[in-house]
């Protein structure tokens, strides 16, 4: 945008890494003062697209690479926590939020590696067994790759029918046996951490249900490892997603990560903050797909003038600007509340879960937008385009698993709507002050717990300082009505419709955090108005299709209605939005 000078909001609108060493007017300054993201983008400019594609296209792994990001320690520079780093590093949540983002609009399938190796090193720093720790941060300041196997082919994300058994003997020693699949870095990783089930030999009896473990592997030093297979996924081609078999593995004390209850926190404080930094890969993919289309539009003439002059092209483009400009106001205000999380504050939980739902499938539609108005060129094998239109769906469709953290956020609703906390203070933002950006301590000991326990401040809060904003002003009204739908119907039918609950739920969520950070970065209020239209929309979306719903009785269908709305965005707020 055309302004005097930089402001923290600017950084909030889509960006374009196209110079490792921005003036510091641009607003990439702000991610390229950090020499690692410096360092990341020279890489990929000096690769560049066409080599990048090429390596795509033969599923080619990146062992430059992984050579390159040793050398001069990227991803312990972003991991490390500060107790265990000889490097002198602290896992700062900020700098990897945006090295995460930075990452997507370089190459999605290279960043996927970071990905992983944060699940693997996160739930073994989760978990109690201290050797290990050292070991795993050793290892990755070493250059080493981690990684994280939970899911297997037959079970997917149903943690609970876990085959993977680690058999105890008569003598008291562990044997592990069984298969892991969909497990990024299988060909590579130094460490692996893998859960399954402590049972005893056959014939033995143990009462109740056998406890979950979580144990380390090394793969070069374990012949029971085996059977490493690739599996050819739709995009991030050129990573490693893979399967594996674990035959006879003499597992020794020394490598339990965690057992039971302790497990299962590690595993459940991992996923849930690993999938939570995927939403900021999402941005990033959008961002380049963004600035690529933009920058083909403004080039392509048809009918004598550039195509994105158009009336329809230009409103399309706005909605894209529109809807990333809105991931980035929420990712980065979930990123305060993560930073901000204690025992006592655990708000947090909701927020990871709304942006595994709902950023991965908006970063969809700002692709099927771009797409709309990009064309056939969108499709050319030369474009980051092309290999962004397969690598977004992989976000919500395979890492965010969107149903189970629609399920997830329809558990905080009875608390996100009654019995608020007004003691409760917003976190400061991250964005708007970098400098108070740290490691919290809290995450790496954070236990699972009844989302139904975790109080909110008011939820019509977030909009009072942007009340004589018309849409806001609606979306406010939508909310309060599906509150009081909410308050109609029984606790069965509530269950009966976790997951539609739960979209509605997460629009509200979302724009709960988007109005927060809109206040404290002062967005323009032309730019808040187009983005709240369009939450408008979605909400009213929302509300049709649970209006839809058979078992409802007709006044239960008066209350959803309720909730439907027009916008009211003026034509001066769509005109706003900067497109060349």
Known sequence: MNLRRLEPVDTIYPLAFTNSQPSPQDSTAAYLRDPAARLLLDFFTAKGLARLKEEDRREEWYDDWLAYQAEHGLYAAMLSPQQYSARGATFDLLRYARFLELF??????????????????????????????????????????????????????????????????????????????????????????????????????????????????????????????KIHTLGVRAAYVGAFAVKD??????????????????????????KFFLGFGSIGICEHAFHEARTHLSTRILYGKPVIEMPHIRLAMAEAFARLTAMKLFAYRALDYVHGASHDDRRYLLFCAVQKAKVSTEAVKVLAILSECIGARGFEGDTFFEMALRDVQLIPGLEGSVHINLRLASQF??????????????????????????????????????????????????????????????????????????????????????????????????????????????????????????????LSSSALRLAAIPQFEHVNRALITAMIKAPRTRPADWAFIPLQ
């Open 413 to 538: 609703l009875p608390r996100y709507f009654d019995r608020p906390d007004r003691t409760l203070t917003s976190p400061p933002s991250l964005v708007s002050d970098p400098t108070v950006s740290h490691e919290n301590p809290y995450l790496y000991e954070a236990r699972s717990g009844s989302p139904r326990s975790i109080p909110f401040r008011p939820f019509l809060d977030a909009y009072h300082a942007l009340a004589a904003i018309p849409n806001v002003t609606l979306f406010a009204r939508q909310a309060a009505a599906f509150r009081r739908f909410t308050r109609s119907i029984s606790a069965l039918e509530l269950s009966e419709i976790d997951v539609p609950l739960g979209h509605s739920l997460a629009t509200i969520a979302y724009a709960q955090l988007i109005a927060e950070h809109a206040t404290t970065l002062s967005l323009p209020p032309e730019i808040t108005s187009l983005i709240f239209g369009l939450l408008v929309i979605d």
């Open 104 to 229: 997507a609009w370089c190459s999605p399938a290279h960043g996927y590696s970071l990905q992983v190796t944060f699940l693997g090193l996160f739930s073994i720093l989760g978990g109690t067994n201290e050797a290990l720790r050292q070991e795993a941060v050793k290892s990755l300041e070493a250059g080493g790759l981690l990684a994280f196997a939970v899911s297997e082919k037959a079970h997917g994300s149903d943690l609970l029918a876990n085959e993977f058994v680690m058999t105890e003997t008569d003598d008291g020693s562990l044997i592990a046996n069984g298969t892991k699949y969909y497990i990024g870095n299988a060909n590579a990783a130094s460490l692996i951490a893998i859960l399954g089930r402590k049972t005893r030999a056959a014939g033995s009896e143990r009462p109740g249900r056998d406890p979950f473990l979580l144990m380390a592997l090394r793969p070069g030093a374990a012949p029971g490892f085996r059977d490493v297979t």
């Open 249 to 274: 593995h003499a597992l020794p004390e020394s490598d339990t990560i965690a057992e039971g209850r302790d497990a299962w926190d590690a595993v459940f404080r991992t996923v849930t903050l690993g």
